[in-house]
């Protein structure tokens, strides 16, 4: 009796342990439906007698199938994968680079006017009525959202992923009548003067180059070395290099480093030599300077229009056409 009972409790254990089995079976056989079952058909069936119809999985339902990788999107480059020892660190993917078309005019529409000089006690004034003003507030805030979304690494992983040129200078100079103005940037130049570059420029033909850190050194030094070497020794042909730092904490460190600044620069360009402190969002944004690491130089002629512009370290093909286009825009100033 207790035998018989102990059978009859055993039996639906077994089969709920064969029915789990079953199951498992069916779920691992994904790929090929057609495949027949190692499930012993005795075994099923005393499986079936056991198990109520109702739990019994219909014989035609199809095992979930795995979803395909998704493709990339046309266009987009494929993520780069960067390998860190047995490990798979992905880099995020790099922003596309904002340049300008090559060739296309650069600058203001219209000349520039002479930089105001506001006493200090007007600076504070007028930022005490930005304070208190709403659209001044809302202008501000827009501003630091921009500057949020951006990444403060982004020029330095734009230099890694692409190099330090934007593109090859073209080989002709913008047209007078497309050409667009120089836009004004007070500064004081290594002789100890307050100048506006706008008014160094007037009047001479000019290599004006732009850097703001250290390393855009030796790209200005590459246009300014071939430009100097066939242009010194005429009188309305010069060279002005503008030192730009946007970082307070970084200007006063280069307003120690001045006096190495003026041994490292020749005596002759000490009077054009321009140091600027504080930001130049506008200036960088009518120019074109979409890295700030990279040294850029323009051609400017005597009526301050760009005429043409380059950026990097010059190729020897930029250089030949700088060296020849500045001699047409001497003719053309006579």
Sequence with gaps: MHSLLGLSLRLPRTGAVRRQLYLVNRSLSTKD???PSTTNPATKAGDSAQTPATETPPTG????????????????????????????????????RRTITP???????APAGKVEHTPLTAQLEQKWRDVLSPEK???????????????HFQNILDLRNNGDKLFEAPAHLIPAVKAKFLPNLEGKTLAGANVDIVDL???KTTLLTVEFVKFAEKHTKSFIDVFEKAYLDQPNVQVVQVNIEENWAKAAVLRMCLPYVRRAIPKHRHSTYV???GGVESLRGSLG????????SFLVDSKTRVRWYANGEA?????INMVSLTQELIRKAK
């Design 275 to 277: 140091v600027h402190y």
């Design 137 to 151: 507030n809302l202008e501000s805030r827009a501003k630091i959202i921009r500057e949020i979304g951006e990444s």
């Design 289 to 296: 300077i979409a890295n700030p690491l990279i040294g850029y």
């Design 103 to 109: 060739g296309d005019a650069v600058g203001l529409d």
């Design 33 to 35: 439906s057609a495949q």
């Design 61 to 96: 339902e199809q095992p979930p199938q795995p979803a395909p990788p998704l493709a990339p999107h046309a266009g987009e480059p494929e993520e780069k994968i960067e390998y860190i020892g047995n490990t798979r660190f992905p880099r995020p993917r790099p922003k596309p």
């Design 201 to 203: 420029c007037r009047g």
């Design 315 to 319: 190729v020897k093909s930029e250089a």
